[in-house]
């Protein structure tokens, strides 16, 4: 569990993504609940590192 986000859990790689890329994380923590909760389901319906990735490249495009 990140300590930002104490009632998620962060899907493992997605939270390594977002650790490479800190402008994603900022975006990811100034989202609404609602669009965080999306994109985290999102990111653990991924099947490949790619689909994870882009989960997190959304976040700064």
């Not at 999306?38 to 976040?59: F, I, P, Y």
């Amino acid at each position: 569990m990140d300590e930002r986000f104490p009632n998620m859990e962060l899907p493992l790689g997605f939270g390594f993504a977002m650790a490479q890329r800190p402008e994603a994380m900022e975006r990811f923590a100034a989202l609404p609940e609602t669009e965080r909760e999306a994109l985290v389901n999102r990111a653990r319906g991924a099947r490949s590192k790619q689909e994870m990735r882009a989960c997190v490249d959304a976040l700064v495009e």
